[in-house]
């Protein structure tokens, strides 16, 4: 019975100010753990949406994936932006879907739907190498290049390979012509107070170095480089296009001429679009894209501009041969 009151006594009571800042703290403690059990709830769901939308999207086919119609169709190959290395305009993506529309026995023929720039002068050099070839792996099966905006350049050094070219008459057709550019920055380095430390092997090994003086010595050598790459870009555009190319001046000089102008020129052979060229020139109106499509994680990282440091870093120290 002492114990009893003993412990009533030492007990706090129910209703005492250290009772109620127990009971506060304890349902304190509850409701944050209510909260994060609900909150890793949330980002467990979240991240498993985010886990089966990727799936998703690695499953489902890119907008560029047709469904082959029955019969015989004209094979697309569409060569888009600048034509390099890394790019999708690069000699590795475009012959290989090339190679595949040559392989489909279904295919009638094959267009090449361009609006590009130009770039590389060796990737366009690849490209118009094995149209060539694969030509006469397969007899009677006819390349046609449709230019829709722009077919300059490296464009149009691809297009030559094709046994005719199209082009709408507002198109921008030609610039048959080479440039290397860069940029200097000796005088900013002078106002900056920065001095270049350079050290070489070879006495023309850092010719190209835009952090030193232009040397006419290098300039004429560049020069002559550039002389060298244009001439090979005659020859070959003489090779596809031969007589149909008109003794006009200023046909290699780098110009580019609208549609309409390159027809009179004979750069192009008429006026008209892909799915003319398939109905008029194939019999179809049936096209189906052989071009190369990227994964989806491959456009997703673009898109985000993952490269965008890189180039602009390329663009900027590095001098370059592009026809263009």
Do not use: C
């Not at 082009?167 to 921008?172: E, I, M, N, V």
């Not at 190369?292 to 890189?310: M, N």
């Amino acid at each position: 019975m002492d114990n009893e009151q003993g412990d009533n006594m030492n007990r706090p009571h129910d209703q005492s100010k250290e009772w109620k800042l127990i009971e506060k703290v304890v349902m304190e403690m509850q409701g944050e753990q209510k909260r994060s059990r609900r909150w890793g709830i949330f980002f467990k769901l979240l991240t498993f949406t985010y886990l089966i939308g990727i799936l998703m999207l690695l499953r489902v086919p890119g907008d560029g994936v047709q469904v082959k119609p029955a019969g015989g169709y004209a094979a697309v190959v569409e060569v888009n932006g600048v034509i390099a290395a890394d790019q999708d305009a690069s000699a590795d993506l475009l012959i290989t879907a090339i190679r595949d529309a040559f392989a489909d026995a279904d295919a009638l023929g094959l267009i090449l739907r361009i609006n590009s720039p130009g770039g590389s002068p060796v990737q366009s050099g690849y490209v118009f190498d094995e149209i060539r070839r694969l030509k006469e792996t397969r007899e009677g099966f006819p390349v046609y290049a449709v230019i829709t905006d722009l077919g300059a350049s490296g464009a149009y050094y691809i297009a030559a390979a094709a046994d005719e070219i199209y082009a709408d008459k507002a198109s921008l057709v030609g610039s048959i012509g080479v440039v290397g550019s860069g940029f200097g920055f000796t005088g900013v380095m002078e106002k900056l107070g920065v001095e270049r430390r350079q050290y070489t092997a070879g006495e023309n090994k850092a010719f190209l170095d835009p952090f030193q003086p232009e040397n006419p010595k290098h300039k004429a050598f560049w020069e002559e480089v550039l002389k060298v790459t244009h001439r090979q870009f005659i020859e070959q555009v003489k090779l596809g296009r031969g007589d149909r190319l008109a003794d006009h001046p200023e046909l290699f000089s780098g110009l580019v001429w609208s549609g309409e102008q390159a027809l009179e020129l004979g750069l192009i052979d008429g006026l008209g679009s892909s799915s003319q060229v398939a109905r008029e020139q194939l019999g179809t109106e049936e096209l189906v894209n052989f071009t190369y499509q990227p994964s989806p994680w491959d456009e997703l990282v673009r898109k985000l501009g993952a490269s965008v440091g890189q180039g602009l870093a390329a663009s900027l120290l590095q001098q370059s041969l592009t026809l263009r």
